[in-house]
């Protein structure tokens, strides 16, 4: 899926690990990611953490999008920090699922909370 994402790949994402219903991503934000007042726009930490939840999601040979997501910013995050963010699966039934992604600097301090609501096309992802 990665190699298609040219989204994730042009923001600099990178996907370090990928497992049932789980992923981890990252991303190092960039001078041209800040906002006006020099942090990092809060539409980058969200890319990332849809990034890592569309990995996620998508570990079940099933086409899953996002239904929906919220995202609560809770510190400002400077240029050339790296962020991790990581996803898992809250629940997942039928067709529909939920997943909680934290992100966090390389350090390990939290810097937003994101809750993605995901929907199964129910057919196959493409090969591999």
Known sequence: MYANDAASQALGIT???V???TARARMTVRTDMLNG???????????L?????????????DVTVAAGAD????????AGTELV???????RRGRSGLYDVTVS??????VAEFRGRSRS???PLLPR
């Open 37 to 47: 007042h020099g942090s990092c726009h809060g539409g980058y930490v969200f890319a």
């Open 71 to 78: 995202v609560a910013f809770l510190a400002p995050v400077e």
């Open 121 to 123: 096309l129910g057919r």
């Open 85 to 91: 963010a990581v996803a898992t699966e809250r629940a």
């Open 15 to 17: 996907v370090d690990r």
């Open 49 to 61: 953490a849809d990034s890592a939840f569309a990995f996620a999601c998508n570990t079940y040979d």
């Open 105 to 110: 600097t390389a350090g390990g301090d939290v």
């Open 19 to 21: 497992a049932a219903g």
